[in-house]
């Protein structure tokens, strides 16, 4: 059984920083690609950065280029999300998910597999 694990999140002031992890389970971690995602409240979930099965290609959504980096261990089975200069609107749960294949994709139905979430809020 698969199971994605996000943990990491919590409340942080405007400026700050925390870093997202993803722990997977149950399938051949550096065969898929991996991305997260964030959902805020009224709002629908959107695409934040991904990375391909191997780590060398990512691609971020424009609002957290130069802010956040996304990282993968495939040693530990372990996504990872650096988040820095947290801004209010990055307020949202945080969701990790896995694609099979070797390219990532900023395209959320193309992901087999998705964790509960984490939620991080950023107080301004």
């Known amino acids: 059984q698969v199971q994605l694990v996000e943990s990491g999140g919590g409340l942080v002031q405007a400026g700050g920083s925390l870093r997202l992890s993803c722990a997977a389970s149950?399938?051949?971690?550096?065969?898929?690609?991996m991305g997260w995602f964030r959902q805020a409240p009224g709002k629908e979930r959107e695409f934040v950065a991904a990375?391909?099965?191997?780590?060398?290609?990512?691609s971020y959504e424009d609002s957290v280029k130069g802010r956040f980096t996304i990282s993968r261990d495939n040693a530990k089975n372990t996504l990872f999300l650096q988040m820095n200069s947290l801004k209010s609107a990055d307020t949202a749960v945080y969701y990790c998910?896995?694609?099979?294949?070797?390219?990532?994709?900023?395209?959320?139905?193309?992901?087999?597999?998705w964790g509960q979430g984490t939620q991080v809020t950023v107080s301004s």
């Open positions: 998910a896995a694609r099979f294949g070797r390219s990532a994709t900023t395209q959320f139905k193309a992901y087999n597999y």
């Open positions: 149950g399938l051949t971690f550096n065969a898929y690609a």
């Open positions: 990375i391909s099965s191997i780590g060398g290609s990512t």
